[in-house]
C-alpha cells in the first residue's frame, strides 16, 4: 500500500533521488524545503519554508506516514556560524517534535559521517556506527550542528518514537545542482583550479546508493540505530587517478603538507568571514577533517539494511557526464570520457 511521505530538504542533491524513488513506488510525496522547485514533479505537492518555523513543521506533517528528515545547513561553512546550530538542532527538534504529535509510523534522520570522526581520532583507525564522541570532539561549526541535531532524533527515539539514523559518507554522481562540497572539488579538479592536493583519505559512495539506503533503513532498520551508509574508502590521489583515467584530464601530482593546507584555509576563510562573505576554497573544517586518515566499515548496512553499492568508477563517470551537461566543465586535456 502506498504510503504518505514527508522528505525534509526533498530538492537536495540527495533529497531528490529519495523523492524520486518514493515515487517510483507510488508513494504520496510532500517535500517540506526553503527552495522552490525548478519544475514541479506531477503529483509531489511542496511546501516552501525551514524547519526552524514550528508551526509550518506541523503543518507539512500532518497527515504523513513516514517522513524522511534530510533538511539541514549541510555546507562546511556559512556566514553566520549559529545557523548550523539553529537550522540543525532546533529544526531537527522541531521535526521530531512535530513527528510524535502527529502519530507519524517512522522516521530516517539523515546524519554525517562526520559525527564519527575528529582531528584528533587515531590515523588510519577502523571506524563504524559503534563510535561515541562527543560535542568537544567535533570539527568545526557544521560537526558540531549535525552531532547536536543526531542527539535530537536519538532522544526522540528514546521517547518512543520510531526513529532511525543514517550516516552517509560523501555523495557523488549526477543531480548535484547546487553543487556540494564534494561535487565542488570534483569539479574544481576537473577545471584545473587546484595545482597541488592535501592527501586523505575519503570514504565515497554513490548518491543513488544512499537515496536507496533510506528507504531500506524505514523498512528495515532499527529504531534508536544508526547505519553507516557509505562504500569505498580511497585516497584522495587515487581518487584524482581515477578522473584523470576517466576524463583523460591531467591532474595535479604535487601534494601539499597538511600544516600549509591549514595555514591557507585559515586565512581564506577569515577572509571570507570578514571581508567576501563568500565560501572560502577550502573550507577549514574540510581541511581538518583531512588530518586523521580514517577508514569506515559499512558491515552493518550491508547486512542489517541488505543495502549494496556501485563502483566507484560508475558513479564518477555519471557524475562527469551530468557536469559536462551543464556545462560546468571547461575544455582541458582530451576532454574525453573513457566509453
Known sequence: MAKRCLVTGGLGFLGQHVVELLRSYGDEVRILDIATPQQEIPGVEYVTGSITDAGLVREAMEGRDYVFHLAANAGLWSPRKQDFLTVNQTGTRNIMEAAMDAGVERVVHTSTESVLKSDRSRKNQVC???????YQDMVGAYCKGKFLAEQEAREAAKRGLHVVIVNPSIPIGPGDRNLT?????IVDFLNGKYPAYLESVLNVVDVRDVAYGHLLAIENGKPGERYFLGNQNIR???LLQLLEQLTG????????PYWLALVVSAVSETISDTITKKPPTAPLTGVRLARSPIYFDNTKATTELNVSFRPVMSSLKDAVKWYQQQGWLQPRGSGEMEK
Open 181 to 185: 562540497p564534494p561535487s565542488r572539488m
Open 236 to 238: 584522495l590521489s587515487e
Open 249 to 256: 584530464i591531467p591532474m595535479p601530482e604535487r601534494q601539499i
Open 128 to 134: 563504524d556506527e559503534s563510535v561515541e564522541l562527543t
